[in-house]
């Protein structure tokens, strides 16, 4: 068992413009008044380090008896599955999905059952096509939101929808939300909608501190209580550094944040004119987040990978990561002045292989 898509992220081709990028750029530590007191490691971290989690709590109003700590959103997506499936339970993926979260359920496994985000309908999150898949037997859905890879949205009343046909059977929800807080206008989290829903976070793709490994999970204290004991069995509690320097960027969000809105924005912008004017592309205007998937009439998009890193020094993520090989993933994360030479490049290449 192994995530190949997570390899070949790490691994693949490095290249001078990154149109890979779904995380925006990276925040320099040095801007905040830090000292080496900051890094003391005292071992306060061992009970589950209250600064974190109260600071955690309180951005989203909730106690701290639902909110456990992980590294990144992908433990945070590990633990809470490991916490909600037995093996042989019947969980609802979306497809297209992020790899690791279809990978993580079948190495917990589970049965997996998808249904369908179609592109025809803007990869929107359709309840009707998730009671169509549901069962009585289905215990878990897993969604993305924002989408990864098409930044599609799904709003409230899609969500309390499903929300509702869960209830009916007895399953959870759990939501990846590691691209919601670039949604335009920002939005609420789904944890506010009721106890069915399990929602995973990270300070990773918006605020550009992957590095810190901070994610969590927001569930009902019961859950989350089952959460802590599993992560027990595998890192016990986090880099105690880490824990320090997240509170202290939790102190400073919006600066964190700072300009990357106005940059997402831009980009956003450009790519929507670029797209809108190529025949050779079919895609939805993108309105949210750091990524969209666009299909194009070329075919298998490996190709196209391969003559943009080759001729250009320029990458797209391949459609086959994500099951559907003619669309590729774009993702908005590069400053604003890369970001649009990468698509020039993109361009050139698009005409090249006309
Ligand atoms: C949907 C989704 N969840 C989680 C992650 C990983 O987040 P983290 O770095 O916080 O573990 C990614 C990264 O690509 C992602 O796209």
């Known amino acids: 068992m192994q995530s190949d898509y997570m390899h070949w992220a790490k691994f693949k081709k490095a290249v001078r413009y990154a149109l890979t990028m779904s995380e925006v750029p990276h925040v320099r530590m040095d801007r905040f008044p830090l000292t080496l007191a900051d890094l003391d490691l ?12 109260e600071r955690i709590g309180k951005r989203y109003g909730v106690p701290v008896e639902q909110v456990v700590a992980a590294d990144g959103t992908s433990m945070a997506n590990f633990l809470a599955m490991a916490a909600l499936i037995e093996p042989g339970d019947e969980v ?26 179609k592109p025809s309908d803007a990869f929107r999150l359709d309840p009707a096509a998730i009671e169509q898949a549901m069962s009585p037997a289905t215990r878990l859905i897993l969604i993305t ?5 098409s930044g599609a949205l799904a709003d409230e009343a899609e969500l309390r929808a499903v929300g509702e046909l869960a209830a009916r059977i007895g399953a959870r929800i759990l939501i990846d939300e590691v691209y919601l807080d670039a949604a335009v206008p920002p939005r609420q989290s789904a944890v506010h909608l009721g106890p069915e829903f399990v929602i995973t976070n990270s300070l990773t793709k918006v605020y550009g501190l992957s590095g810190l490994r901070c994610g969590w999970i927001l569930a009902e204290p019961e859950l989350a209580e089952r959460m802590w004991r599993v992560n027990d069995l595998f890192g016990v509690n986090q880099a105690h550094q880490a824990e320090r320097l997240s509170c202290i960027a939790f102190d400073h969000l919006d600066e964190v944040l700072g300009d990357t809105p106005a940059m997402l924005a831009a980009n956003r912008r450009l790519f929507n004119e670029f797209a809108a004017a190529r025949d050779d592309l079919d895609v939805m205007p993108a309105v949210h987040g750091i990524t969209a998937f666009p299909r194009w009439s070329g075919g298998d998009t490996q190709r196209l990978y391969d003559h943009l890193t080759t001729a250009y020094d320029t990458s797209i993520v391949p459609g086959r990561w994500f099951e559907m090989r003619d669309n590729f993933r774009i993702g908005f994360g590069l400053p604003t002045a890369d970001f649009s030479e990468g698509l020039s490049r993109l361009g050139r290449a698009l005409d090249d292989l006309r």
């Open 42 to 53: 005292d071992g306060a971290s061992h009970p589950r380090y209250a600064p974190l989690r």
């Open 92 to 117: 609802l993926v979306e497809s297209p999905t992020y790899e690791p979260m279809l990978g993580a359920a079948s190495f917990l496994g589970a049965t997996i059952k998808r249904f369908d985000r």
């Open 145 to 149: 939101n924002l989408h990864n890879p």
